[in-house]
C-alpha cells in the first residue's frame, strides 16, 4: 500500500540538542512538505519541496532545517535554535505543489525535557 | 495574504443528524483550492473535500458536502447523517496558486466535533 512514514512516533529530545525526524513516501510525489501543529492550533508550514535537491522556506522556517536527496524522502531537522520545539510535526506530500492534494502522515510527536 | 477562520471551536450534534461547519476566507488569488481535513484524536490528518474555485458545482463526497459560496467567501462543510466516529477535530484549509501563496495550504484553527448517541 501507498503511503506516508514518519518516525518515530514519539521523540523526546534534551535542550541544546539537534533532532532528525524522518518522512517517508512511496506515492510516487513530487513535492513533499513539513507542518508544525501546536496544541489546540492549526497547521503551520515549516519548509516545502518541489522537487529533488530543491526546498523552500515556509512561515516559520527558523530553527529548522531539511534536505530532499531522494525522491521518497525529506527528513526535517530541529535545530537547538529553534526557541519552542515542543510540538506535533507532520509531514505531507502531493503530486507536484500547486496540483492535487496535499496528503499526511501519522505524525511526531517531540517533546524537549 | 491568505487567511481561513473558523469561528467555531466547538459542535455538539446528535447521532444521524446533519451538522453544518462554518469556515470563511480571505485571499487576492484569482484561483484557489479550498480543502477539509479531518483530524482525530490519533493525529493523522485525513482529508475529506475539495473544491476548486472554479467549480461550479458544489464537491460531494459521501457524506459530505461542501457549501461553497464564493460572493461570501465561505465554505461551509456539511456532515449527513453523523456518526460517532465522526467525533473529531475538523480543518478548513486553502491552497493558493498566485505569488507566494502559490501552492501553500492555509488553515484555520480547527472546530472540534463531538457526535452524541
Known amino acids: 500500500d501507498g503511503g506516508i512514514t514518519q518516525s518515530p512516533k514519539y521523540l523526546f529530545r534534551k535542550e541544546g540538542q539537534n533532532v532528525t525526524l524522518s518522512c517517508e513516501q512511496n506515492?510516487?510525489?513530487?513535492?513533499m512538505y513539513w507542518y508544525r501543529q501546536d496544541p489546540g492550533q492549526g497547521l503551520r508550514l515549516i519548509y516545502y519541496s518541489q522537487i529533488v535537491n530543491d526546498f523552500q522556506k515556509g512561515d516559520i522556517a527558523e530553527g529548522y532545517s531539511v534536505s530532499r536527496e531522494k525522491k521518497e524522502s525529506f527528513p526535517l531537522t530541529v535545530t537547538s535554535a529553534q526557541k519552542n520545539p515542543t510540538a506535533f510535526y507532520l509531514c505531507?506530500?502531493?503530486?507536484?505543489?500547486?496540483?492535487?492534494?496535499?496528503?499526511f502522515g501519522p505524525g511526531t510527536r517531540l517533546t524537549v525535557l | 495574504a491568505q487567511k481561513i477562520t473558523q469561528t467555531q471551536p466547538g459542535m455538539f450534534v446528535q447521532e444521524k443528524e446533519a451538522v453544518t461547519l462554518d469556515c470563511t476566507y480571505d485571499t487576492s488569488d484569482q484561483s484557489y483550492g479550498l480543502f477539509w481535513y479531518k483530524q482525530p484524536s490519533s493525529g493523522e490528518m485525513i482529508f475529506l473535500i475539495y473544491q476548486g474555485s472554479y467549480d461550479e458545482q458544489n464537491a460531494t463526497e459521501g457524506r459530505y458536502s461542501l457549501n461553497f459560496q464564493k460572493a461570501r467567501k465561505s465554505a461551509n462543510l456539511v456532515i449527513s447523517a453523523s456518526q460517532l466516529g465522526d467525533s473529531a477535530m475538523y480543518f478548513c484549509?486553502?491552497?493558493?496558486?498566485?505569488?507566494?501563496?502559490?501552492?501553500?495550504?492555509?488553515f484555520g484553527q480547527g472546530t472540534i466535533l463531538t457526535v452524541h448517541p
Open positions: 506515492l510516487n510525489h513530487d513535492a
Open positions: 505531507a506530500s502531493s503530486i507536484a505543489l500547486a496540483r492535487d492534494t496535499q496528503y
Open positions: 484549509a486553502m491552497r493558493g496558486a498566485d505569488g507566494t501563496s502559490y501552492g501553500k495550504l492555509t
